[in-house]
């Protein structure tokens, strides 16, 4: 009996090198040579000091940057343009001011020609599952932090991408809205398992949240230079997960590397982590 072939990977960066012309001439070099794979279903968090490179990674998987070597790869297939299979949420929100909540989720199906009130009604069906119910009439001003970030998350999964990119989505929040949007994202992924890239400053937040945890070099230059398994059970709480021994072995562990890195970063006057 023949055995089945693997699935190629939701996301495979090969040999990626990118590099900026700069203005007064030359070149900076801002990564060198990675490889990064995500398995599909698979949650990937990246960390490392500030200007290593994590959100340029983040926006050649989304196509929005080509490598100047190396290429990319969505399940098996090389990108050219923009990545149709992923849907990419900003640390900034890109809501419409002059638009509803659900008039700025709605608006995600409209370029698939998905009549107006079919959109209306998914797009009450994603603001249910983030919570949002009551504030479907509410314009973005009227919104919380959180609130609107709940919108955006259901602007992004309400066309039902394959893969998700994201950008420390939840850095503007406090503390404890951090905590209930990233159970909020875990409840959501878990329930048919996307492909996750995901990119933060924090740690913590980096391994309550995924399966792995990748760990790249001070820039410039900057490469991959830890890929971390994080062993937790799941379904994970936020807050609890952080309270458990092997959490803090693994964030033991993961420092060892980052350390060095974020010492190096701050070396070369780049301020804190990212």
Not at 84 to 108: C, E, I, R, S
Not at 119 to 147: I, K, N, T
Not at 185 to 208: G, N, P, Y
Not at 251 to 257: C, D, L, R
Request: aromatic share 6%.
């Amino acid at each position: 009996m023949e055995k089945a072939l693997a699935a190629p990977p939701a996301i495979a960066l090969r040999g990626v090198s990118i590099s900026f012309r700069l203005a007064e001439g030359g070149a900076y070099d801002a990564v060198a040579r990675s490889d990064l794979a995500v398995a599909p279903g698979e949650f990937v968090a990246i960390v490392g000091p500030t200007g290593c490179g994590k959100s340029t990674l983040l926006n050649v998987a989304a196509g929005l940057l080509a490598p100047s070597t190396g290429q990319a790869d969505i399940f098996g297939v090389r990108l050219a343009g923009l990545n149709a299979k992923a849907g990419y949420l900003f640390q900034q929100d890109a809501l419409m001011p002059w638009k509803t909540a659900l008039d700025n989720v709605a608006v995600a199906l409209e370029p698939r020609g998905v009549s107006r009130a079919a959109a209306l009604a998914r797009a009450r069906e994603w603001l249910a599952r983030v919570g949002l119910s009551a504030f479907v009439d509410r314009y973005p001003h009227m919104l919380s932090g959180g609130q609107r970030k709940r919108v955006a998350l259901a602007q992004t999964l309400i066309r039902d991408p394959e893969i998700l990119l994201m950008d420390e989505p939840f850095g503007p929040l406090d503390a404890q809205t951090r905590q209930i949007m990233g159970n909020l994202l875990l409840d959501l992924w878990s329930r048919d398992r996307k492909a996750v890239m995901f990119v933060t400053h924090d740690l913590e937040e980096a391994i309550a949240l995924a399966d792995r945890v990748v760990v790249m070099s001070a820039g410039p230059v900057a490469t991959i230079v830890g890929d971390f398994p994080v062993g937790l059970g799941r379904p994970r709480d936020i807050a609890e997960i952080r309270t458990e021994p092997d959490f803090h072995a693994i964030h033991k562990a993961i420092w060892a590397t980052l350390r060095g890195e974020v010492q190096r970063a701050y070396a070369r006057g780049e301020g804190r982590t990212a």
